[in-house]
Structures are given as structure tokens and as C-alpha cells.
């Protein structure tokens, strides 16, 4: 099972400012890395697929990058709603899928 | 549209059950996932099963699920025995989406609590 860490854990960024969150995977997962927000009692939601390609709908704001065991989700001027848990999940080794611990982006 | 639905609250050792209702779409094209959330914890994959009955189950799980499928209602379902405090968590469904290499989750249910107590 590939194990996938996510730093940091808490995120205070101030309104208008950029956010980075990393995920490292155990072992290569190639490009195979998704991301997803997840608000206070909301299902999560796809914002990145293969590491970097943006789902639909999702804001220009949002930008994914790496590749192999290194990833980033950077956050362009955050914006009030962008405020939750951002978790990372690769899909290279499918059996299982496995997420990460999540960072909480946080009002700074 | 995914919508879910089964019992909230359950003992232990009890069987847990949950059904997620497919509503537009294309049931054929995609792998249907349920997926949980212990309280305050993260995510984990529990399994996933396509429209002619192909499934994969998390291993840590396996032993004791089942996952099926009811294509003439396009629902999926889940079954959970031997249920512990551990499996309290939100349960969510999901749809899984494969576009060229990359396979995701692009369509979740609300998420269903159950609690083991």
C-alpha cells in the first residue's frame, strides 16, 4: 500500500495571499495524483487530476505540480471560500486507493 | 446524481448497510465507489464495482464486505459485517471516472453517518 503524507497539517494563510500544500507519496505514483477540498459537512470535491490537470469548473486560482513522490497544490490569492481540508489521493496503485491526512487551510 | 440512503445507527457486530442511487449519467461508463471518513480523520477506500459486476475491495476490508450492483436501478450497495466501533464514520458513495490514465472521483454522495455503539 502506498502511504501518502501531506504537509503541513494546518495551513494560516491571510485572504489574497498564496497557499502551498505538499503530498509526498511513500513510493512512485508517477503522475497518478488527485487533489480534493472538503468543506465542514460537504462530500469532498475534485480539483486535480494527473497531478497538475484541472477538473471541471474548478478556478484558475488552483494549480497542481510534481510528479514520481513529490507534490504540490498551490492556492493563488485564496479567496473566503477556498477556507477547508485539502486532501491529495493517488491512484497509480489502485488496490487501494490511498489518501492523505489532509491539510486544513485556515484564516490566518 | 448520486443519493444514498441506509441505517444510521447500528451495534456491534451487526451487518452495515447503505445503498447509493445513480440519477442521470451514464451508469455503464464509470466504476462506483463507496469511500469513508472516521470523525475528524481522513479518507479511506473501501471498494468499487462497475456495471457488469467487476469489483475491487481495500484488503484491509475484505474479509468482510460485500459490494454489489443493480443495474435495472442503477444502485450499488454495500455491506459491512461484523461492525465495530472502529467502522463509525461517514460513508460516502462515489463515482469513479477513468479519463485515459487517470482514474477519479468526480461525483460524491452526501455522505451517510454511522455510528457503532
Known amino acids: 500500500e502506498i502511504e501518502m503524507t501531506q504537509s503541513p497539517a494546518t495551513l494560516s494563510v491571510s485572504p489574497g495571499e498564496r497557499a502551498t500544500l505538499s503530498c509526498r507519496a511513500s513510493?512512485?505514483?508517477?503522475?497518478?495524483l488527485a487533489w480534493y477540498q472538503q468543506k465542514p459537512g460537504q462530500a469532498p470535491r475534485l480539483l486535480i487530476y494527473?497531478?497538475?490537470s484541472r477538473a471541471t469548473d474548478i478556478p484558475a486560482r488552483f494549480s497542481g505540480g510534481g510528479s514520481g513522490t513529490e507534490f504540490t497544490l498551490t492556492i493563488d490569492s485564496l479567496q473566503s471560500e477556498d477556507f477547508a481540508v485539502y486532501y491529495c489521493q493517488q491512484y497509480h496503485n489502485w488496490l487501494p486507493y490511498t489518501f492523505g491526512q489532509g491539510t486544513k487551510v485556515e484564516i490566518k | 446524481q448520486l443519493q444514498q440512503w441506509g441505517a444510521g445507527l447500528l451495534k456491534p457486530s451487526e451487518t452495515l448497510s447503505l445503498t447509493c442511487g445513480v440519477y442521470g449519467g451514464s451508469f455503464g461508463d464509470h466504476y462506483w465507489s463507496w469511500i469513508r471518513q472516521p470523525p475528524g480523520k481522513g479518507l479511506e477506500w473501501i471498494g468499487e464495482i462497475n456495471h457488469i459486476g467487476r469489483i475491487n475491495y481495500n484488503p484491509s476490508l475484505e474479509s468482510r464486505l460485500t459490494i454489489s450492483i443493480d443495474t435495472s436501478k442503477t444502485q450499488f450497495s454495500l455491506k459491512l459485517t461484523s461492525v465495530t466501533a472502529a467502522d463509525t464514520a461517514v460513508y460516502y458513495c462515489?463515482?469513479?471516472?477513468?479519463?485515459?490514465?487517470?482514474?477519479?472521483?468526480?461525483?460524491w454522495g452526501r455522505g451517510s453517518l454511522v455510528t457503532v455503539s
Open positions: 462515489a463515482r469513479l471516472t477513468q479519463q485515459m490514465v487517470h482514474w477519479y472521483f468526480d461525483l
Open positions: 494527473g497531478a497538475s
Open positions: 513510493q512512485s505514483v508517477s503522475s497518478s
